[in-house]
């Protein structure tokens, strides 16, 4: 069936460097990509998210690029910070459906 | 404007009693979902519901579970003659459109 899954599921990465977190979508007929941060023992935060009409969308430290001819969906985080440590999850909508489908998720761990 | 509001944080109940979970969502906001997470998993959807109205039940177990959310007062997942298996967080997302979904802290369910 159709899936959104995560190349990996583990990343360090050294404070102060940047961050890029992959994920790869099966449906093409996705059109709402959202990312989100989840510390332990917390529900799902809201980070950033893209239409499927834009291939690139910038917040504060944070980039989500979409490629849609290989259905893969980054985030990048500049100069990580030790806050920044958690599972970082992608999820997608497709057309009526309201609900969200999420990938497994990946820890990033910054080291000092 | 406070956020989605989960109670209880945790609940421990015995094999075969009920459990209640609320879910009173954002100020102005009249979409309620209900997501799974199994320890190292990503969010399962559930259910989708809009006041008085079960929009998406796709997710949900056939047997055991249901879930209203009422004119008045918060949305409850009710899950009966819990098992092992039903030991998980279970997070609330309300949204006051499509797709832009912000989550509650969760219910950890334990069934000891």
């Known amino acids: 069936g159709e899936s959104v899954g995560l190349h990996l599921p583990t990343l360090s990465v050294q404070e102060g460097d940047n961050s890029i977190i992959n994920c790869a979508y099966s449906?093409?007929?996705?059109?709402?990509f959202i990312w989100y941060k989840q510390e332990s023992g917390k529900g799902p935060q809201f980070i950033i998210d893209?239409?499927?009409?834009?291939d690139k969308r910038q917040g504060q430290r944070v980039t989500v690029l979409l490629n849609k001819t290989v259905k893969h969906l980054s985030l990048q985080i500049a100069a990580t910070q030790p806050g920044d440590s958690a599972v970082y999850f992608c999820a997608e909508n497709s057309g009526s459906a309201r609900q969200l489908t999420f990938g497994s998720g990946t820890q990033l761990t910054v080291l000092p | 404007n406070a956020g989605v509001m989960q109670n209880p944080r945790h609940l421990v109940r015995r094999r075969g009693q009920e459990a209640r979970l609320r879910c009173s969502p954002m100020?102005?906001?009249?979409?309620v979902y209900w997501y799974r997470q199994l320890p190292e998993e990503g969010l399962k959807f559930m259910v989708y519901?809009?006041?008085?109205?079960?929009?998406?039940e796709s997710g949900m177990p056939k047997e055991r579970f249901s879930a209203e959310f009422p004119k008045e007062g918060p949305s409850i997942l009710r899950i009966q003659q819990v098992v092992r298996g039903d030991s998980a967080a279970y997070f609330c997302?309300?949204?006051?459109?499509?797709?832009?979904?912000?989550f509650g802290q969760g219910t950890r369910l334990t069934v000891v």
């Open positions: 519901l809009q006041k008085e109205n079960i929009i998406d």
């Open positions: 997302a309300s949204s006051d459109r499509e797709a832009e979904a912000f």
């Open positions: 100020k102005g906001h009249s979409h």
């Open positions: 893209i239409r499927s009409n834009m």
């Open positions: 449906n093409s007929a996705s059109d709402y």
